[in-house]
């Protein structure tokens, strides 16, 4: 069974960093994408970044290009996401995601089959 666990998350204040892991159990990572999304009160699910697994290229969505960093580990099976600036928009429940088919990479919730639990990143200003 697939399973993905966060860590990382915390209380912050406004220009600190954070990182968040992502380890993948039952299954070791190819060809997949994996997605990192973020979700905020009363908010829609949010597409943050993605990785392609096979060849490291990374994509963000706008809010968050220039202060946030996704990367992988191959050997421990788990995707990170650096993050600094922090602002006070960023606070949200972050959660990781493996998208399993090959190609795209995809930022819409839908596309990906396996969540993490979440891990809560308060920003404070």
């Known amino acids: 069974q697939v399973q993905l666990v966060e860590s990382g998350g915390g209380l912050v204040q406004s220009g600190d960093s954070l990182r968040l892991s992502c380890v993948v159990f039952g299954r070791t990572i190819t060809t997949e994408n994996m997605g990192w999304f973020r979700q905020a009160p009363g908010k829609e699910r949010e597409f943050v970044s993605v990785i392609r697994w096979t060849n490291g290229r990374a994509y963000y969505v706008d809010s968050v290009k220039g202060r946030f960093t996704i990367s992988r580990e191959n050997a421990k099976n788990t995707v990170y996401l650096q993050m600094n600036s922090l602002k006070s928009e960023d606070t949200a429940v972050y959660y990781c995601?493996?998208?399993?088919?090959?190609?795209?990479?995809?930022?819409?919730?839908?596309?990906?089959?396996?969540w993490g639990q979440g891990t809560q990143v308060t920003v404070s200003s």
């Open positions: 995601a493996l998208d399993q088919t090959p190609g795209g990479p995809r930022d819409y919730a839908d596309a990906y089959e396996y």
